[in-house]
């Protein structure tokens, strides 16, 4: 069993900036794809961004420029800096890993709020 805990979010103004991080209780974490989702009130659970155990990343579109997903495999740690954030990214946002056998954990999930 691998928990994911989940931090840095918070309440900031429109174009404001924050960077949630993820810490993995797993001694092989290198081995895990990891990504961002997020669910608004209302609305499905959508990706927000993945980062590979190889380091490849992918976005959705609409974070696409303003996001940065990263890792760094001795912290067991995983990122996401948000730039210029917008009130429709406010969410909840939650950690995932998942591993090739079919193994996938989910955080509990951080609070991000966009407002003025």
């Known amino acids: 069993q691998v928990q994911l805990v989940e931090s840095g979010g918070g309440l900031v103004q429109p174009g404001g900036s924050l960077r949630l991080s993820c810490v993995a209780s797993t001694s092989i974490f290198s081995m895990y794809d990891m990504g961002w989702y997020r669910q608004a009130p209302g609305k499905q659970c959508e990706l927000v961004a993945t980062?590979?155990?190889?380091?490849?990343?992918n976005y959705a579109d609409s974070v696409k420029c303003r996001f940065t997903i990263s890792r760094d495999n001795a912290k067991n740690t995983v990122y996401l800096q948000m730039n210029n954030l917008k009130p429709e990214d406010t969410a909840v946002y939650y950690c995932?890993?998942?591993?090739?056998?079919?193994?996938?954990?989910w955080g509990q999930g951080t609070q991000v709020t966009v407002s003025s």
């Open positions: 995932n890993a998942a591993h090739i056998i079919g193994a996938n954990y």
């Open positions: 980062i590979t155990k190889g380091g490849s990343t």
